[in-house]
């Protein structure tokens, strides 16, 4: 059985968000890094519900039972501690009045704030000069662009709680958005 999907980012399985802040601390474009952030999420999200499984722990178990808190650590026991399963059964404790799709949308947003906190010491900690107060106005930026995927993720598992998160297609960043660059233009060709 592979190591479960981590989002700790000392950990060797947490590398996928590891490799995000150092693409951070290196300059890389704002546009590369939200990009990655959007696929790490996907793809730790649906790596991580593939772990759930191997421990036969199911989306729908875990939505079933939000309200027992007894029962989710045990199913975080079952499932070795995963960091996915714990979060999502913190959350769920919290949460208890939010309805299915919010309590998605709380455990997404919950993924995302765990890693950002890592990404800040991360990339403050490194060789570069950046203040806490940068890497968060950086890193809220960061958030903005994602949340549309946290909104699509929570709706497609609320309405199918097996469905396998991936990314819509189209979204892999070669695909630009061309609404966006012909806002400004008139349809007649001249400048607005």
Known sequence: MAE??????SNPYGRRWAILADLIRNGRSFDEVSQG????????????LKQFAEHGITL???????????????????AA???????????????????????????????????EDGMTYRIVG?????????????????REQVMPDVEYIARRLTENSAWTPR?????????????????SMSLLGSPT
């Open 167 to 183: 990314m819509p297609s189209g979204t892999n960043g070669q695909k630009i958005d061309t609404t966006v660059e012909m806002l």
């Open 81 to 115: 501690g995963h960091d996915y399963l714990q979060l999502f059964s913190d959350v769920a404790i919290v949460s208890t009045q939010l309805e299915t799709q919010g309590l998605m949308e709380a455990f997404l947003t919950g993924i995302w704030e765990t890693v």
């Open 60 to 78: 729908e178990m875990l939505i079933e039972n939000r309200h027992s808190p007894q029962l989710l650590q045990q199913l975080v026991r079952k």
């Open 4 to 9: 479960n999907e981590s989002l700790d980012l």
């Open 126 to 142: 490194g060789a570069g000069q950046a203040s806490f107060a940068d890497v968060r106005d950086y890193l809220d930026q960061v």
């Open 37 to 48: 952030v959007r696929k790490a999420l996907y793809k730790g999200l649906r790596n991580a």
